[in-house]
């Protein structure tokens, strides 16, 4: 399996499902990362920023370890759409978004923690949601409340009914962890998802 302990920064639900495909044993770690955007910040750069904020994070308490921070952050156009948190933003959220395109920028880092060494990679999905009446925007959230997904929705569940088109290089990105890249960023750190396990002892 992997050469090195791997850590993912994250208390995601979505991301640990996501990584678990990999088949690799890890730790998950929440990081204690300030995510206010800067000023002027686009989205695309506050998601690479904070994916690499996540993995350093954790550096002190997993120095030997490689550390993969992710973040996604949506933006509709040109202004960033956080997680809802509450049924009446997640309902403004998606009227926002009915018949228009919504493009989920997610990153993620993968972090060296003895020599400090980051690598990160970013994909774009942007997704076009169908034109949506508050009644069906209301049925969908009253089945599936996606209240702690940013742009209030799930692609790899009923949300994927919200959706005209969703174009993407990496489908695993709009859930949340790009398991393409990934997948490449841990090649370049030497550990090879495809290796055989090692022989028991």
Do not use: W
């Not at 996604?72 to 395109?101: D, F, H, N, S, Y």
């Not at 695993?172 to 090649?187: K, N, Q, S, V, W």
Request: glycine content about 6%.
């Amino acid at each position: 399996m992997s050469p090195r302990p791997l850590v993912l920064a994250s208390s995601s639900v979505y991301r640990r499902a996501l990584l678990d495909r990999l088949g690799l044993p890890y730790l998950a770690v929440s990081p204690d990362v300030d995510e206010t955007p800067r000023p002027g910040e686009s989205a695309a750069a506050l998601a690479t920023r904070l994916a690499a904020d996540k993995a350093a994070a954790l550096v002190q308490r997993y120095p030997v370890h490689l550390l993969i921070g992710s973040d996604q952050v949506a933006e509709l156009e040109g202004v960033a759409i956080g997680k809802p948190a509450t049924l009446e933003r997640a309902m403004a959220q998606l009227g926002a978004a009915a018949g228009r395109c919504v493009h989920f920028h997610t990153a993620v880092c993968v972090m060296d923690a003895e020599s400090r060494e980051q690598r990160t990679a970013a994909v774009t999905t942007t997704v076009e949601f169908r034109d949506l009446s508050p009644a069906a925007i209301a049925n969908y959230l009253g089945r599936e409340p996606a209240l702690d997904c940013a742009g209030s929705f799930k692609a790899e569940a009923l949300g994927i009914a919200l959706c005209r088109r969703i174009s993407a290089d990496d489908p695993t990105a709009l859930i949340g962890l790009p398991l393409i890249e990934l997948t490449r960023l841990l090649a370049s750190f030497g550990v090879d998802v495809l290796a055989p396990p090692p022989s028991p002892a």
